[in-house]
């Protein structure tokens, strides 16, 4: 199997962190993942917020909505707030160009995923959480109108590396042509 498949495979949603920093080094990779992320029409309609100050992660704590990482939004060293530009992404002359509108949640997956993996390349651990009050993190992160805050991405060292989760067989959802083909 080669490397990057290695890495989807192992890499796991990660709660609980080790109380260790992360290197500037290691975070400009993570910065970079996202720099280097595929979007619509090459727009890069990402911001990411790289939320340090422990008020600030205390009060988007609050936000959590039942979540099993409530927890980790002040326990990893670094927590990541990514935003999206609004009508950019899926537009052509200032219109949507496909029947789902706005691809800023699509675009912002794929620089989700990248941060994720190459954490993981580097034996971080990542957890990708959305319940949360999105309107509240915006208020408190200070999101201009324009923009979503749309994930929150706590990264740190794992304090325990989790088992595999099942995954439905590629028979299951694999199809041929047409759909249930």
């Given at each position: 199997?080669?490397?990057t498949?290695?890495?989807?495979?192992?890499?796991?949603?990660?709660r609980?962190?080790?109380d260790k920093?992360?290197?500037?080094?290691?975070?400009?990779?993570?910065f970079?993942?996202?720099?280097?992320?595929?979007?619509?029409?090459?727009?890069?309609?990402?911001?990411?917020?790289h939320?340090?100050?422990?008020d600030?992660r205390l009060?988007?704590?609050?936000?959590?909505?039942?979540?099993?990482a409530?927890?980790?939004?002040v326990?990893a060293?670094?927590?990541?707030?990514?935003?999206?530009?609004?009508n950019?992404?899926?537009?052509?002359?200032?219109?949507p160009?496909t029947?789902y509108?706005?691809?800023?949640?699509?675009?912002?997956?794929?620089?989700?995923?990248?941060?994720?993996l190459a954490?993981?390349?580097?034996?971080?651990?990542?957890?990708?959480v959305g319940?949360y009050?999105?309107?509240?993190?915006k208020d408190i992160?200070?999101?201009?109108?324009?923009y979503?805050?749309?994930?929150l991405i706590?990264v740190?060292?794992?304090?325990k590396?989790p088992s595999a989760?099942?995954?439905?067989d590629?028979?299951?959802?694999?199809?041929?042509?047409?759909?249930g083909?």
């Amino acid at each position: 199997m080669n490397e990057t498949m290695t890495l989807i495979k192992s890499r796991r949603s990660i709660r609980k962190f080790q109380d260790k920093e992360i290197s500037k080094e290691m975070l400009d990779t993570l910065f970079q993942a996202v720099q280097w992320a595929p979007s619509w029409t090459n727009c890069q309609c990402w911001e990411v917020i790289h939320v340090i100050d422990k008020d600030l992660r205390l009060k988007i704590q609050e936000t959590m909505i039942k979540n099993p990482a409530t927890k980790a939004i002040v326990e990893a060293p670094v927590l990541l707030a990514l935003c999206g530009k609004k009508n950019v992404s899926g537009f052509y002359d200032n219109h949507p160009a496909t029947v789902y509108g706005d691809w800023l949640m699509f675009d912002l997956g794929i620089a989700t995923q990248n941060i994720c993996l190459a954490a993981h390349a580097m034996g971080l651990g990542t957890v990708i959480v959305g319940l949360y009050d999105h309107v509240k993190v915006k208020d408190i992160l200070n999101v201009p109108e324009g923009y979503d805050q749309v994930v929150l991405i706590p990264v740190g060292y794992p304090a325990k590396e989790p088992s595999a989760p099942n995954r439905r067989d590629l028979t299951e959802f694999v199809h041929t042509n047409t759909f249930g083909g």
